[in-house]
């Protein structure tokens, strides 16, 4: 039983309590909204039995964040990638994402999985182009459904499948300035013309969805005509998609299986509220998973910023789950630094989000370092703050150890300080 069919049969799972206590909402609540639709707890049993802390990501809960990891063809290996999962798991990604394209990748996400108290995601295609380098094109659904099953039955917590991209909607990205810029996309896009056959993930989606439910393996179904420059934002090809995308979405949770929408990619920031609405609109509130956005496209090397900006406020109009996005995207294999750096950034944006549409207890921590730094009580707010270790390190550049100032104003024009002799002196008429 999955947790969306225990959830249509009134059942509270001990996942939904414990995702519950962590956010602090009663398991109705939470049972309630995975029957909806609204809310999934990606938790493979095989998972389960291991090491994995269930989390839920829904729109009424904390915003979450996932982190992309993975070998390339041409660099990294098992143990570096398993270094950037803890690194991520440790400054606070909600989920990771094995994209592996390398060799032995049934290894690798063997020692991730063992390694991983957060739900672990993948995208099975990679594997089938990866062992198939040369004749991917020849290959059938039924090898694909291999792929799936083996990676199911390690323990994967959810796929993403680009079940929605279809032969009619290729004309449609040929207008476009990139094309398809999905990976997953672009291979299938190719499948399909190579064969002169409609997307194996659509016509076979009962068949897949059956497979997803005997694990309970959540479907994130992959955008793959996402936008990936400005220039081709909300265009044809997206929206034709998305709308097959609603289709599936509530074909998959007939039967049982619990799904993520997946979205965009590169969108100038006055389209983003838009884009979170026809989401919700089309999809009937299925969380909604997105890369970004990008707001800019003119900032190779700062895209984990062009991309919170977008984060931030698709967090805000309607997104549940942000997939980060590092410093080195569109340049290079993201290093255990970029890793870091990328879910820094992202617990920043969806904070920030969380904060501005008023989730209950949402600004605690702000209020809390706040009044840290009213007191000057600088470990306080090392404590308090995203990366204590860079927080200590820079107030500490400038000044002799144990100083309470900063090296802004000093000790002689600190406004704090200045406060508390303003606080303390007899009021004046």
């Not at 839920?56 to 809960?61: A, P, Y």
């Not at 497979?211 to 034709?240: F, H, K, M």
């Not at 204590?388 to 600190?414: I, K, T, V």
Request: aromatic share 6%.
């Amino acid at each position: 039983m999955t947790q969306l069919s225990a959830a249509k049969t009134g059942e509270i799972t001990a996942q939904m309590k414990r995702v519950a206590q962590g956010e602090g909402q009663n398991p109705e609540f939470i049972r309630a909204e995975i029957a909806a639709g609204r809310l999934v707890i990606p938790a493979n049993p095989k998972h389960l039995a291991g090491k994995l802390d269930p989390v839920g990501i829904g729109r009424d809960l904390r915003t979450k964040i996932n982190a992309n990891i993975g070998v390339s063809q041409i660099s990294s290996d098992a143990a570096n990638e398993l270094a950037k999962l803890c690194v991520a798991v440790k400054f606070g990604a909600d989920t990771v994402m094995d994209l592996s394209v390398g060799s032995d990748l049934d290894a690798i996400r063997r020692r991730l999985l063992d390694n991983s108290t957060v739900p672990l995601g993948t995208v099975p295609i990679y594997q089938a182009a990866q062992e198939n380098p040369d004749e991917f094109e020849r290959i059938d659904f039924g090898q694909m459904m291999q792929i799936c099953r083996r990676q199911a039955e390690q323990g994967v917590d959810f796929f993403t499948i680009h079940a929605g991209i279809l032969r009619e909607h290729l004309p449609l990205a040929q207008k476009r300035l990139a094309g398809i810029v999905s990976r997953g996309g672009a291979l299938l896009a190719k499948w399909m013309l190579s064969k002169d056959r409609e997307n194996p993930f659509y016509e076979h989606f009962d068949e897949l969805c059956g497979l997803l439910a005997e694990y309970d393996v959540t479907i994130s179904l992959g955008d793959a005509l996402r936008p990936g420059c400005l220039a081709d934002a909300t265009d044809e090809a997206q929206l034709a998609e998305l709308r097959t995308i609603g289709q599936l979405t509530a074909r998959a949770q007939e039967l049982g299986v619990q799904v993520i929408v997946e979205g965009p990619g590169h969108i100038p920031f006055d389209q983003i509220e838009r884009n979170m609405k026809l989401q919700a609109e089309i999809c009937n509130g299925a969380p909604f998973y997105v890369l970004g956005p990008v707001v800019t496209d003119i900032a190779p090397g700062y895209d984990h910023i062009t991309s919170a900006i977008g984060a931030t406020a698709a967090a805000f109009y309607g997104a549940a789950f942000l997939c980060y996005v590092t410093p080195v995207e569109h340049l290079c294999l993201p290093n255990i630094e970029d890793v870091k750096q990328g879910v820094i950034v992202y617990r920043i944006a969806a904070h920030a989000a969380d904060v501005a549409r008023g989730l209950p207890g949402a600004r605690r921590a702000d209020d809390a370092i706040s009044s840290a730094r009213a007191e000057l009580d600088w470990q306080k707010q090392f404590e308090l703050s995203i990366d204590p270790e860079l927080a200590r390190s820079l107030h500490g550049r400038d000044l002799p150890e144990g100083a309470n100032y900063c090296g802004m104003c000093g000790q002689d024009f600190c406004p704090l300080r200045l406060n508390k002799e303003i606080h303390s002196s007899p009021t004046t008429g």
